[in-house]
Nanobody, 126 residues
């Protein structure tokens, strides 16, 4: 059984940094691309970042590019999202998810992801 568990959220001030972690178990970690998504209050879930199987390929939403960095530690079965220079509109529940297919290139559409975590809350005050 695949399990996805996020951690690292919290309440921070604008300009601060946070690092989210996502531990995935129950599958062969390096077979799958992984993604981060978020849902802000009253809004639809949106793509944040994704990383390919090998950790070389990454893609980001324009709103977080140059501020957020996604990475993965294959040995630990963990994906990270380093978030710098946080802004109030980054406030959301952040979700980690596994791509449903064994593909190298990271994908942005949530329809390609099958296993999701429960999410971790990130709140950025101004």
């Amino acid at each position: 059984q695949v399990q996805v568990v996020e951690s690292g959220g919290g309440l921070v001030q604008a300009g601060d940094s946070l690092r989210l972690s996502c531990i995935i178990s129950g599958h062969t970690f390096n077979y799958y691309a992984m993604g981060w998504f978020r849902r802000a209050p009253g809004k639809e879930r949106e793509f944040v970042a994704a990383i390919g199987r090998s950790g070389i390929s990454t893609t980001y939403a324009d709103s977080v590019k140059d501020r957020f960095t996604i990475s993965r530690d294959i040995g630990k079965g963990t994906v990270y999202l380093q978030m710098n220079n946080l802004k109030p509109n980054d406030t959301a529940v952040y979700y980690c998810a596994r791509d449903r297919d064994i593909v190298e290139a990271p994908r942005r559409a949530s329809q390609y992801y099958d296993y999701w975590g429960q999410g971790t809350q990130v709140t950025v005050s101004s």
